[in-house]
């Protein structure tokens, strides 16, 4: 068996590194602009719950956790306002779990922290790398579950 490459020892851990800094920018950015009582697990389930809402069931997987886990932070999320539960539309046993108000304002800043987060990249890269990088990932990066790794 060879030697892997240099690049693909060190090429994981700059990704995680750099997963998790943005993870801790947007997150910062959030918390400034006062929606101090959510985590980033929290904007993860956002992310499964902005396109039209979601089972908890469904949000479970998205999440990678169990229903009971998943239901946990449904009801913490219903308490503080962000989500609320609906009748299904096609499954009367099941609930719907969409965001509010304030939780589409939560989405918002969110969206507004993550583009203050990569502006950055922008200055170091140059616009012609980022936009580089941008579809390198977009040819990488799996399409459809958004995951805490943490």
């Avoid at 946990?72 to 306002?81: A, I, P, S, T």
């Avoid at 099941?94 to 304002?105: Q, R």
């Avoid at 790398?129 to 990932?137: A, C, I, M, N, Y």
Wanted: proline share 7%.
């Amino acid at each position: 068996m060879s030697e892997p490459e240099p690049i693909a020892q060190s090429l994981p851990p700059l990704l995680i590194a750099l997963a998790s800094e943005l993870v801790h920018a947007i997150d910062t950015g959030v918390r400034d602009r006062g929606f101090t009582d959510l985590r980033p697990a929290h904007g993860f389930a956002f992310a499964r719950l902005a396109p039209g809402g979601a089972t908890v069931n469904e949000l479970a997987v998205h999440l990678g956790v169990t229903k009971q886990a998943a239901s946990q932070m449904v009801d913490d999320l219903v308490r503080k306002g962000y989500v609320e539960r609906h009748p299904h539309p096609s499954d009367a046993r099941a609930k719907l779990i969409v965001l509010t108000d304030l939780g589409w304002e939560c989405t918002r800043a969110t969206e507004a922290a993550a583009a203050d987060a990569v502006r950055p990249w922008a200055t170091t890269l140059g616009r012609r790398r980022l936009r580089e990088l941008h579809e390198d990932l977009n040819l990488l990066a799996p399409v459809g579950q958004l995951r805490p790794a943490w």
